[in-house]
Nanobody
Framework: QVQLVESGGGLVQAGGSLRLSCAASGRTFSRYTMGWFRQAPGKEREFVASIRSPWNGGTTDYADSVKGRFTISRDNAKNTVYLQMNRLKPEDTAVYYC???????????WGQGTQVTVSS
């Protein structure tokens, strides 16, 4: 079982930046592909980014809508995954969810979510 706790959400103006953090419990963190998803009001939850375990090369994957603006990273010593969000847009407003153990962009574990609001 993995527990995920997100932090770092908030209100920011368009063009600004935020960094989300996700602290994971458990000793198997470094083996998991970790990811971030988001859900805007009235919309389905969507994939944002993922990062594979260092055992699988640590490669990253991004949704087209965030490529070049968002960066996912991980610190395996701290059992933490990050999402650096730059040049934020109002359409990035959503609840952002951390996820663990992704297979084909489908996770087995979810965090509770953190709200990100981008004002125009």
């Amino acid at each position: 079982q993995v527990q995920l706790v997100e932090s770092g959400g908030g209100l920011v103006q368009a063009g600004g930046s935020l960094r989300l953090s996700c602290a994971a419990s458990g000793r198997t963190f470094s083996r998991y592909t970790m990811g971030w998803f988001r859900q805007a009001p009235g919309k389905e939850r969507e994939f944002v980014a993922s990062i594979r375990s260092p055992w699988n090369g640590g490669t990253t994957d991004y949704a087209d809508s965030v490529k070049g603006r968002f960066t996912i990273s991980r610190d395996n010593a701290k059992n933490t995954v990050y999402l650096q969000m730059n040049r934020l847009k109002p359409e990035d407003t959503a609840v952002y969810y951390c996820a663990a153990d992704l297979v084909n962009r489908r996770p087995n574990y979810w965090g509770q979510g953190t709200q990100v609001t981008v004002s125009s």
